[in-house]
């Protein structure tokens, strides 16, 4: 990617010029070429140097001639000119960087100056607490089934910024009550998500002995681990934290006769077979009759929605708030809409 050198006052009158044809304000300029409004007005006034692909675009956009190229220079120019400066400024103030004798010196002094100190702290991995099997657990696995994902040293937990909002902190505090972790949360507007973030090599290795895999859900064919599937109780718990994190609440629209009725439901969908057909086996075996399409399991009615919420109790509060809100509106089994 290059950059122009352009005289100021042209740099200025071209992307103003450019701005005033095409009628648009800085921030709307900086949507367009993929860059904040603030980005644009530092070429306008000429603090950064403008990229050629782009004034090209914003030319043959707008009828505006680039003005006359004084220097076309390489991306990150300054960067690489800067840093040979200031490595020949330390040489000169300091000397050679030393050979591997010296760095061996200097280590093995370190490590003395270590010994004799305690009050100096070596950086240790991060330790864990390794919990005992128990529904906490097997929820804290269905939730990373669903939203969560692995990679060698961090555990992710995604969730909507709004939506999850309340949902995110009871998933951080369980983090933190099962494993002793540090666990913290980060909002990426942008992206409308809210990630809960475990870091640590150790803490990986720990959801990996409880049947979790490092990398994509789908090649690996992702299911419950089987001392879930095992116990009742860890199987509710465990579907819990899956639907908390990958299920709906809905309503269903249909006519009969003329007459157009709407019926509440919940559902769960998983683009992995095993876990879909693992949850499905599970709304059994409680008593839940499940209906499919290709990757969601669904179970139809207030009635059969009710049930679903008193076995498996949803810790994330956006799915009960909207069984409330259809049964505050007047919804029921069958519930004509005039």
Not at 53 to 66: H, M
Not at 134 to 147: K, M, N
Not at 199 to 206: H, P, R, Y
Not at 218 to 240: F, G, Q, T
């Amino acid at each position: 990617m290059t950059r122009l050198v352009l005289n100021k006052l042209d740099q200025m009158r071209f992307f103003t010029e450019v701005r005033e044809k095409l009628k648009l304000s800085s921030e709307q300029m900086g949507k367009l070429i993929g860059m904040s409004g603030r980005n644009y007005r530092d070429w306008i006034n000429g603090k950064l140097l403008p990229k050629k692909d782009i004034a090209e675009k914003l030319s043959k956009l707008s009828g505006v001639k680039i003005p006359t190229i004084m220097e076309e220079r390489e991306e990150w120019w300054s960067g690489r000119v800067n840093e040979k400066n200031g490595g020949d400024a330390c040489y000169k103030k300091y000397g050679s960087p030393g050979t591997d004798e010296d760095r061996r010196k200097g280590w093995l002094a370190t490590l003395d100056h270590k010994r004799r100190d305690s009050s100096v702290r070596w950086s240790l991995p991060s330790e864990f607490k390794k919990p005992d099997h128990s529904e906490e657990l097997a929820e804290f696995i269905g939730i990373v089934l669903g939203d969560g994902g692995l990679t060698k040293d961090q555990c992710v937990i995604t969730l909507h910024i709004i939506d999850d909002i309340d949902y995110s902190e009871y998933v951080r505090k369980l983090a933190n009550r099962l494993f002793e972790a540090n666990a913290t949360i980060a909002s990426y507007p942008k992206h409308t998500v809210i990630k809960v973030i475990i870091s640590g090599i150790k803490f990986i290795e720990m959801l990996k002995s409880f049947g979790l895999f490092v990398g994509n859900k789908m090649s690996h064919k992702v299911d419950m681990p089987d001392w879930i599937k095992e116990n009742i109780d860890y199987l509710r718990a465990c579907m819990r934290g899956l639907y908390d994190t990958d299920g709906t609440a809905f309503t269903h629209k249909h006519s009969v006769l003329g007459h157009q009725y709407v019926h509440f439901g919940v559902g769960f969908c998983s683009a992995s077979k095993p876990l879909y057909d693992s949850f499905a086996e599970g709304m059994r075996k409680f008593g839940i009759k499940p209906h499919f399409n290709e990757t969601n399991i669904f179970c139809y009615g207030v009635k059969s929605s009710k049930k679903f919420f008193e076995v498996f109790r949803p810790n994330n509060p956006k799915y009960e708030k909207r069984l409330l809100e259809y049964l505050s509106s007047g919804g029921s089994c069958q519930s004509k809409v005039k």
